[in-house]
């Protein structure tokens, strides 16, 4: 489609071949395809003066799951059971999420994206669930990547419930990291039996911002609709901010 939205997607860097590679899941350019996007990978990068700039070639961003996130980012010590970090990565994204907050472009935060947009604002993270909150479900349940682990339970009045066209769900997991502290101008969205976060999304009415732990991605060709009715909302909103700023320049 010419005329299809074009939906920034970040993307990690990883020694392969004793060079160092951008790598992204293929699941992300996948489900924004099939929703009616067209992605388009942003790396991280040495110079922080470019981060905005990508945002310029696009018209919505979708944060991505992987690495932990530096723990300084939000004034806290190293847990010991905390895993990689990626510093350059940190930046960029944090970066960008400044930018895309003050240009109100639409985003989707997966995963380790909704934990970077939650810091990247000013909340917090729960470290390491398995020994900070005993008790918890196996949120890192490993396996297949479409294998449901638990259930969750959306805000009815959200946008995620009206986005995903849902209320309780039985998502996929893989994460040993959670938003603690809410950033200010966000509120809960979704939540898991045991009481963690698992979404948030913007407070401001202009702002169409969700993040999710879970991983919609891999569950697009599921018989359950919510997973393709979230990434089709976030491209229609996309759609919604191109013609918005056509109208700008006319």
Not at 178 to 203: K, M, Q
Request: aromatic residues 4%; contains cysteine.
């Amino acid at each position: 489609m010419p005329d299809a939205p074009l939906i920034g997607i970040t993307a990690t860097t990883e020694m392969s071949n004793n060079a160092p590679r951008i790598r992204l899941n293929a699941a992300y350019a996948a489900a924004i395809e099939s929703a009616g996007g067209v992605p388009l990978v942003l790396a991280p990068l040495h110079s922080l003066s470019s981060a905005s700039r990508m945002l310029d070639a696009v018209d919505a961003l979708l944060l991505t799951g992987g690495e932990d996130v530096d723990p300084e980012r939000y004034d806290e010590p190293h847990h010991e059971a905390l895993g990689t970090v990626n510093a350059a990565r940190d930046a960029t994204e944090i970066e960008l999420v400044t930018a895309v907050h003050a240009r109100r472009l639409p985003v989707l935060a997966i995963c380790r994206g909704v934990q970077l947009l939650n810091v990247a604002l000013g909340g917090s993270l729960i470290q390491d669930i398995p020994s900070q909150r005993r008790g918890a479900l196996a949120h890192d349940a490993g396996g297949a990547h479409d294998v449901r682990s638990h259930d969750v339970d959306v805000a009815p009045a959200s946008r995620l419930a009206h986005a995903l066209g849902a209320t309780h769900l039985a998502v996929n997991s893989f994460h040993h990291q959670a938003v603690e502290r809410i950033a200010e101008g966000f509120r809960l969205a979704a939540w898991s039996s045991d009481d963690l976060v698992e979404a948030i999304e913007s407070e401001d009415a202009a702002w169409w911002a969700v993040g999710v732990q879970w991983h919609p991605e891999e569950l697009t060709g599921d018989q359950n609709p919510w997973a393709r009715s979230l990434f089709r909302t976030f491209v229609q909103r996309a759609i919604d901010v191109r013609g918005e700023r056509r109208k700008a320049r006319v």
